[in-house]
């Protein structure tokens, strides 16, 4: 019983530890880079975590279905991830609906006006055809894929994991993730991009486990919503 109850302390302080370590690195990685190429120091740190965290999965023989992108044999799963990508919209729309209206009927008048960081962030990309396909190219790679793996699939399995026997685990991992998410964008968005984004990385968070901890519908929704944002920079219809 002893050895039991060791081999799961064990495995929480383990959790912890990748936790910390790997939220060290994003978070660290990015504020090195930031004097340099601030406006690309983002994806570019998140691409060394999610390397670095290959290299130590692989070493520890952990699979990437086990963060979420779990394979689709057959055609019905395959077919399955556009109503589950359709569920995940109503999820995200909620969630920003949450935080206009939430903020609103709060009296936050920070969540009415869009920081000056937000345009600057992207740079001069209305009609900047190369500007414009790079900035699809990361919302694909760094944002759709990159955010969901990091903060979805491996900070709510090792949340879970390091809170494993206590009530309400799922719950706890899902709320800090999305805090987190939330954080990571405070830089460029203030408070309304953290009460924003940590919304609709709590809607992720709760589509992630609903279904079953795959990814890929979510990875959809995020990279197509991203696009259409940076179509309409690009198109000038944002203004």
Avoid at 38 to 54: E, F, K, Q, V
Avoid at 144 to 157: L, S
Avoid at 190 to 195: C, E, H, N, Q, S
């Amino acid at each position: 019983m002893g050895a039991i109850v060791s081999e799961k302390n064990s495995g929480r302080l383990t959790a912890f530890v990748e936790i910390i370590v790997f939220l060290t690195i994003a978070l660290g990685s990015k504020q090195l880079l930031d004097p340099y190429i601030w406006r690309y120091a983002g994806p570019a740190s998140l691409l060394i975590t999610l390397t670095l965290l290959a290299i130590y999965m692989r070493r520890r023989g952990m699979s990437w279905a086990s963060l979420g992108l779990k394979p689709l044999p057959g055609l019905k799963p395959k077919l399955m991830v556009l109503p589950q990508a359709l569920l995940t919209f109503a999820a995200f729309a909620a969630a920003v609906a949450t935080a206009i209206f939430g903020g609103e009927a709060l009296g936050w008048e920070f969540m009415s006006k869009i920081p000056d960081g937000v345009e600057d962030r992207w740079g001069d990309i209305k009609d900047n055809l190369p500007l414009y396909l790079l900035w699809i190219t990361i919302a694909w790679g760094s944002a759709a894929f990159g955010e969901e793996v990091f903060f979805r699939g491996f900070m709510i399995t090792r949340l879970q994991a390091a809170f494993a026997g206590v009530k309400f685990a799922s719950v706890i991992a899902v709320v800090l993730a999305a805090m987190l998410f939330g954080f990571v964008h405070i830089y460029y968005q203030g408070l309304r991009g953290f009460v924003t984004t940590g919304l609709i990385g709590l809607a992720f968070g709760i589509m992630f486990l609903a279904l079953k901890k795959n990814l890929w519908p979510i990875m959809l929704v995020h990279g197509i919503v991203d696009s259409i944002g940076f179509t309409a920079r690009y198109l000038g219809l944002d203004s």
